[in-house]
């Protein structure tokens, strides 16, 4: 991770080379300079937790599929999940971590070059040598496509944030090298939104296999595990809320363990749990009036005549109320907020 922060400036450095190189229609030939942190699988962290169900799912789509599609928000853990996979995959894995500079046909084709190239696969130098304005050439692709339908063993290459790739002539090209390969080249891809390959022609072959939003969500066990790694420990029911707060959203586990980490731990195991704290917007003074009323055996019209509001008003923040605590009913909502010392 720190390498490829540190590897920024090189990156720009490079795809500026790349931009030249494409606008003057110069060669990009194997003497050009390579980000090698863009085409290197990033190391597993040592604080992320292992995902048996999740890399088995990468395995099995890379084993009988030759599209495999990840797709999941900003920190669903696409990458992590892809890394762990990548980290014992059987055969030849080339990965390249996708940015916005290569949304065009010329670099992109050279970073797959040079991926296959570092994972073994035996790319002739032909293939390289061609101005990289030419890397949508029809006669490049079949080329290309040739070289991996006899790469043996079958290689599978990485695309780690395919959503920055919206060229059309780009991604019709890589449609055409994956179609043309047979078994010899497998593709997994990563993605914050459905990526603009033709997905569906793939689906109805039976020849896609799809990694969601709801399958890269972390189970409650796996928020635990997440704590866990930061010496944090949660009791049942908390865990249970913070996984819910957060969706199973990995990114969101790991902040509420490194903001817990940073704060100090609760005095008494009666104290409320900070993680879930720290996760839920503060109520507000009214709300909480509202919250106490309704924790004791008062309809809403009640508490609306007692607290001198229409029953609108009072449904509105008990709607709040409900989204803050992520409850979905009256009990659940009171009992919540006994629990985080709300009320
Ligand atoms: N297996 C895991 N164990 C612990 N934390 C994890 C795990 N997976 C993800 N996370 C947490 O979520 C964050 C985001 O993960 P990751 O970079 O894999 O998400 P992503 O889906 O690739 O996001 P993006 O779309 O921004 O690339 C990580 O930095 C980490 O804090
Ligand atoms: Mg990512």
Redesign the pocket.
Same mark, same amino acid.
């Given at each position: 991770m720190t390498a490829t922060a540190e590897a920024a400036p090189i990156r720009s450095l490079a795809a500026a080379r790349l931009d030249r190189c494409e606008m003057a229609g110069a060669a990009g030939s194997a003497g050009e300079p390579i980000v090698t942190a863009k085409i290197t699988a990033p190391e597993v962290p040592d604080?992320? $937790?292992? %995902?048996p169900r999740i890399t088995k799912l990468i395995a099995q789509g890379a084993r009988w599929c030759p599209l495999t599609v990840l797709t999941? *928000?900003?920190?669903?853990?696409?990458?992590?999940?892809l890394a762990?996979w990548a980290a014992a995959a059987p055969g030849a894995v080339a990965w390249i971590s996708l940015d916005d500079h290569d949304n065009r046909p010329g670099v992109f084709w050279f970073y797959v070059i040079a991926a296959l190239r570092e994972s073994g696969v035996a790319v002739p130098k032909s293939l390289s040598a061609g101005p990289l304005s030419r890397a949508s050439d029809p006669v490049f692709l079949l080329q290309l496509a040739s070289v991996l339908a006899a790469a043996d063993p079958p290689v599978t290459l990485v695309l !780690? !944030?395919l959503h920055l790739l919206t060229d059309p002539k780009l991604l019709d090209g890589l449609d055409y090298v994956l179609r043309n390969t047979g078994p010899g080249l497998r593709l997994v891809v990563?993605s %914050?939104t459905d990526p603009l390959l033709p997905l569906n022609r793939y689906r109805l072959a039976g020849q896609l296999a799809e990694i969601g939003a709801d399958d *890269?969500a972390l189970s409650t066990a796996e928020v635990g595990q $997440?704590l866990a +790694?930061h010496g944090i420990a949660l009791p049942a029911g908390s865990l249970e809320f913070l996984a819910r707060r957060t969706e199973g959203w990995?990114?969101g586990? +790991? *902040?509420a363990a490194l903001c817990v980490g940073t704060h100090p731990r609760p005095a008494s195991p009666a104290a409320p749990d900070q993680a879930a704290m720290l996760l839920v917007d503060q109520l507000t003074e009214r709300e909480r009036e509202v919250l106490r009323y309704y924790s004791r055996p008062f309809s809403r019209a009640e508490v609306a005549s007692e607290m001198h509001l229409s029953v609108n008003t009072v449904k509105s923040h008990l709607k709040s109320i409900y989204r803050k605590l992520a409850a979905t009913c009256r009990g659940e909502a009171v009992r919540r907020a006994r629990q985080l010392d709300l009320i």
């Open positions: 604080w992320a $937790v292992e %995902r999941g *928000l900003p920190g669903a853990g696409k990458t992590i999940a762990w !780690d !944030d990563s %914050r *890269l $997440v +790694r990995a990114a586990a +790991r *902040l």
